[in-house]
């Protein structure tokens, strides 16, 4: 069975500083797509970022990056210069080349500090 | 594009009755998914269609749900008989010819 661990449930970030939330996923596919997605608080899933298994560079947004590292099945988010509109669950997903369903972390809460 | 709409976004109902929820996904996209998230969890997939078809549906799915995809345009998610169990948010998500889902703004619901 494919799963997804956050084994942060909660951190704290002050304002402009960087922030790397951790995830690690099973697997014995090796095609698949891990994103991570922000839940600010009763507001909607948005997709903050994604990267295809194939791919060995690490994906960049702005202030968003991750570091993918296949073999060790370990999929870590890094946001740099945090703003207070980073604030939100953050979680981690995995889904397979059959793209049936997508598998999510427990999350991980993240507060920006003033 | 306007984006995954969900109505309700809120729905408040007593232990016993059916409740039925849209989802109307992103125009292109054929791809339809149901999520079930409950406080301070990751949401946990329930079903998916590609198009009206429903292909897939999660052991979390129970006799009691049931959802179409006529025209393989808006969904519905129907909950017989409701339970305190089912109390959670119910979120759609839709994806056309890549891998990442887009999500609308749920449908909480409380079953008092």
């Known amino acids: 069975a494919q799963t997804v661990t956050q084994s942060q449930p909660e951190m704290s970030v002050q304002e402009a500083e960087t922030v790397t939330l951790s995830c690690t996923y099973d697997t014995s596919e090796n095609n698949y797509y891990l994103f991570w997605y922000k839940q600010p608080p009763s507001r909607q899933m948005i997709l903050v970022i994604r990267?295809?298994?194939?791919?060995?560079q690490n994906a960049t947004e702005n202030r968003f990056s991750v570091n993918f590292q296949k073999a060790a099945k370990s999929f870590s988010l890094k946001i740099s210069d945090s703003q207070l509109g980073d604030t939100a669950m953050y979680f981690c997903?995995?889904?397979?080349?059959?793209?049936?369903?997508?598998?999510f972390g427990a999350g991980t809460r993240l507060t920006v500090k003033p | 594009d306007t984006g995954v709409s969900q109505d309700p976004r809120h729905k408040i109902t007593k232990r016993g009755q059916n409740v039925t929820f849209r989802c109307d996904p992103i125009?292109?996209?054929?791809?339809l998914y149901w999520y079930r998230q409950t406080l301070g969890q990751g949401p946990e997939f329930l079903t998916y269609f590609q198009n009206e078809a429903q292909l897939e549906k999660s052991r979390l799915l129970s006799d009691r749900f049931s959802a179409e995809r006529p025209k393989g345009s808006f969904s519905t998610l129907e909950i017989q008989r409701t339970e305190q169990g089912d109390s959670a948010m119910y979120l759609c998500a839709s994806s056309g010819q890549t891998y990442e889902q887009y999500f609308g703004p749920g449908t909480r619901l409380t079953v008092t």
């Open positions: 990267q295809e298994a194939y791919k060995q």
């Open positions: 997903a995995f889904v397979d080349h059959n793209n049936n369903d997508m598998r």
């Open positions: 125009s292109e996209h054929n791809r």
